[in-house]
């Protein structure tokens, strides 16, 4: 399978405004998923929401995902299997993001997607993302997750 997959290099850019699904509370009581403040002494008019690091995550692993569309063998797919985020500024809910991913390695079955978010206005760096996904044949693995229920 390894001469069937793509070279690094492949790269992929959007733009994406944070809504308030994408962000999480600061400083106040968060709805979904559910949870306090860390601090006992945070009043609820210092709440911020921002866009939270899951979605730093979820941004780069989409994005690397759909750069693979059309280079990957008939009947496979990817699935994460592991990632290190980086988030070094915080974005308010109604401000937008740069997300550039570019796939950095494919050693077997395993690619490595490289991300980095960054301020669309500013160009500002917001977060970095290291994902690894491995090529699974999609019939087998989704018979797998069955099989486990």
Same mark, same amino acid.
């Given at each position: 399978?390894?001469?069937? #997959?793509?070279?690094?290099? !492949?790269?992929?850019?959007?733009?994406?405004?944070?809504?308030?699904?994408?962000?999480?509370? !600061?400083?106040?009581? *968060?709805?979904?998923?559910?949870?306090?403040?860390?601090?006992?002494?945070?009043?609820?008019?210092?709440a911020? &929401?921002?866009?939270?690091?899951? *979605?730093? #995550?979820?941004?780069?692993?989409? #994005?690397?995902?759909?750069?693979l569309?059309?280079? !990957?063998?008939?009947?496979?797919?990817?699935?994460?299997?592991?990632?290190?985020?980086?988030?070094?500024?915080?974005?308010? @809910?109604? *401000?937008?993001?740069?997300?550039?991913?570019?796939?950095?390695?494919?050693?077997?079955?395993?690619?490595? @997607?490289?991300?980095?978010? &960054? /301020?669309?206005? &500013?160009?500002?760096?917001?977060?970095?993302?290291?994902?690894?996904? /491995?090529?699974?044949? /999609?019939?087998?693995?989704?018979?797998?997750v069955?099989?486990?229920?």
């Amino acid at each position: 399978m390894e001469e069937e #997959l793509p070279e690094p290099g !492949l790269t992929a850019e959007r733009t994406v405004r944070v809504e308030p699904r994408h962000a999480t509370v !600061l400083f106040g009581e *968060q709805d979904e998923p559910p949870g306090l403040p860390a601090a006992t002494d945070a009043a609820d008019g210092e709440a911020v &929401s921002v866009l939270g690091t899951p *979605q730093l #995550l979820a941004e780069v692993e989409f #994005l690397g995902r759909e750069s693979l569309r059309g280079h !990957l063998p008939a009947g496979t797919g990817v699935v994460g299997i592991d990632a290190e985020v980086t988030h070094r500024r915080a974005v308010p @809910v109604g *401000q937008s993001v740069r997300v550039r991913t570019e796939i950095a390695d494919v050693t077997d079955r395993t690619i490595t @997607v490289e991300g980095e978010l &960054s /301020r669309a206005d &500013s160009g500002a760096p917001v977060g970095t993302v290291r994902n690894r996904m /491995r090529v699974v044949r /999609r019939e087998a693995f989704s018979e797998r997750v069955r099989t486990q229920e």
